[in-house]
Structures are given as C-alpha cells and as structure tokens.
C-alpha cells in the first residue's frame, strides 16, 4: 500500500480523512481512495463499504454525488472508492464485459479484492469488521459489484447493483453495448454462471438493486432474477423466491420527486435476501444523488436515497466468521494442490552419465 495524500472530495484544502492510495498486486495496479469518519477510533471493529463509479466518473466525483461519506460519518463505517484508470478503460469504465475480468484471481476483480484485503489487514488505520464489508457500484461498477458477488462470495456480505448488469452479461464490447441497449441475456443461465464461478465458497448473496423506469444508457435488465437462480443454487433451494411474487410490496414518493416501488423477497425464516427499487421516470443515475457537484449529471436528486436504503439493508446481512474461515482454508488448500501438482508434472532432470 502506497499512500498519496490528495484533496477532499468537491475540492478544497487537504483532508486527512480522504486518503488516495495504490494498491499493486500480482493482477495489476489500482489507486484508490479511502474515506475515514472524523471521530473513528482504530480498534474499533467498523463496517467496510466499497464503491465502484460508472463511467467517466472518478472516485471523488462519486464520492460526492452519492453522499455516502455523509452516511459514514453518521454511522461510522469507513468507505473505499477504487478508481479506475484510463490505461485500463479510455473512458474509465470498468471491464465488466471481457473473460479477463469475470473470474476469480484475475483482472479487475482480483484487484478490487486486493484493496479490500489491504484495507482490512492495515490495522494501524484501520480496524475492519471481516463479517461486514460489502460492495456497490453504478452501471459498469454496478456490473462489476455483480462480479465481485459471484467471485468472492466469502469477502462481501452483501452488495449493492444501481443501474448495472447481470453477472457475465457480455463477453465483449459489442456485446456489451446490445445487451446495455436491449436487456441482458437468460437470467436463469446468468444464473447458473455465476452460483458456478462461486465454486466451493457458495453461499446466499443478499442483493439490493435500484434502477431507473427511464434510463436509456442500461436497460432495465434481469438482475434481480439472475441473484435469484444462483442463491437458490447456493441454497440447495432452500431459498425459492419468484420475480413476481416477493414477499412484499411498498410504493412510496419522496416529498416533492418521485414515485418508486420497493419489491422484497425472504427466504423461509423471513431474512430479507433480495430487495429492487424501481423509480418511476428516472434515467441512468444514482437515486438520491447530490446534483450540485461535478459527475451530477449521473445523480438524481428527486430520487429515494439509494446510499441510505444500501447502507440500511448492508446492516441486515453479515457474514459467518466460521464459513469464511473454512473458505479462505480451501482456497489455500487448493493453491498450495496447484502447486504441487505443478511441481509433480515438472520433468525430473536427467542423471548424468
């Protein structure tokens, strides 16, 4: 981890709670920024947020479009803001739609992994709670925060899509933008997909998911459905929720903006797994989002608070610390398999004659 100090977000004089870093790792390089409330204390066991910008945005724009370093400081949780780079993406968007970054250990989401175990392993700063670190992201970070869901179940507790995708939704940029303009592909194959790229670590992934009845940049896609088929996959279908029987329905309208609909789904104990907001005529932006700052045209400010609403429905979920444990035991039992098969298959050198 290598620190470089950089100015507040919506600019100003430095502030030593906006912290830049870069994170290097065996899949890449990745700055990043780390939010620390004022009054945080290190050594007491907080929440992790991470959250992924849409393209274009930077880190600090998103920051501050989404206020969700307002909701840190009220409720005392530190939040990261990986950054992506125009070396990886010119329009620094993140690569949602190659193989290269759809699979554990590799690419973008080894690296966005990486920061969040930087982050909990700096106890110095920090004292992360490794049973509550979650993830979300706008459009292509949205996307991504599906990834990461399917990728590394055992690291996020839960995680946040607004305006994003299916896991696996593209295989290339083409693809990409058809399925961005007409919808994602099966949900129930998606689904099959992601609860396969799990693996041994497996589990119910709570999602909470917002999107825009107008946005014409991502089309309203199938999410909600593919989380379904993987925890139901996930669950040995134990969890069997339907799109379009949730176990409830709240209609509502922000004081002087817009309407939206909350649909919920439990599994059999009533645990709220799976939560998407619907707001009626919004575009591709973040739903309660600040307009009076730079990477507003991708915040709607008439819109529920989708920061607080994520922030709210993170804290229904935790991980076991017990279940991670035996993951992050068989991910290293299968590395250390790796390399001995490897060392096995090596050629023995010749005696010498």
């Known amino acids: 981890m290598i620190r470089r100090d950089n100015v507040q977000p919506g600019g100003g004089l430095y502030h030593p709670m906006w912290q830049k870093y870069l994170h290097s790792g065996p899949a890449g390089s990745l700055p990043y920024f780390v939010y620390t409330p004022v009054n945080y204390r290190a050594r007491k066991p907080v929440p992790l947020v991470v959250m992924l910008h849409g393209c274009t945005q930077t880190a600090e724009e998103f920051a501050t479009s989404t206020r969700m370093n307002e909701l840190a400081e009220q409720y005392h949780f530190i939040v990261a803001y990986p950054q992506q780079t125009s070396n990886h993406n010119r329009s620094r968007c993140w690569n949602w739609f190659q193989h290269s970054n759809q699979a554990r250990d590799h690419g973008e989401p080894a690296m966005i992994a990486g920061i969040v175990r930087e982050i909990e392993q700096s106890k110095s700063s920090w004292t992360i709670d490794p049973r509550r670190m979650y993830v979300a992201g706008l459009s292509a970070g949205g996307a991504m925060a599906s990834i990461l869901g399917a990728t590394y179940p055992e690291l996020f507790a839960a995680i946040g899509v607004h305006s994003g995708l299916e896991y696996r939704a593209a295989s290339n940029m083409l693809d990409g933008l058809r399925v961005m303009r007409r919808g994602g592909p099966d949900p129930l194959k998606q689904g099959q997909a992601a609860y396969a790229a799990m693996g041994h670590a497996a589990r119910i992934v709570p999602v909470i998911a917002f999107h825009g009845t107008n946005d014409r940049v991502v089309n309203v896609v199938n999410v909600v459905e593919q989380w379904m088929q993987t925890n139901s996959l996930a669950s040995r279908g134990a969890y069997a929720a339907t799109f379009h029987e949730p176990s409830s329905v709240e209609s509502g309208r922000v004081k002087g903006g817009r309407a939206y609909t909350v649909y919920r789904w439990a599994d059999s104990n009533g645990q709220r797994v799976q939560e998407y907001w619907r707001v009626d005529g919004m575009g591709h932006a973040w739903s309660g989002g600040s307009r009076g700052s730079r990477g507003s045209s991708y915040a709607d400010a008439q819109g529920p608070d989708a920061s607080l609403a994520m922030y709210q429905f993170f804290m229904r979920h935790s991980l076991s610390l017990q279940a991670e ?27 010498p004659s």
């Open 325 to 351: 444990d035996e993951h992050v035991l068989w991910w290293h039992v299968r590395s250390v398999g790796k390399r001995l098969l490897k060392r096995f298959r090596s050629p023995s050198p010749e005696a």
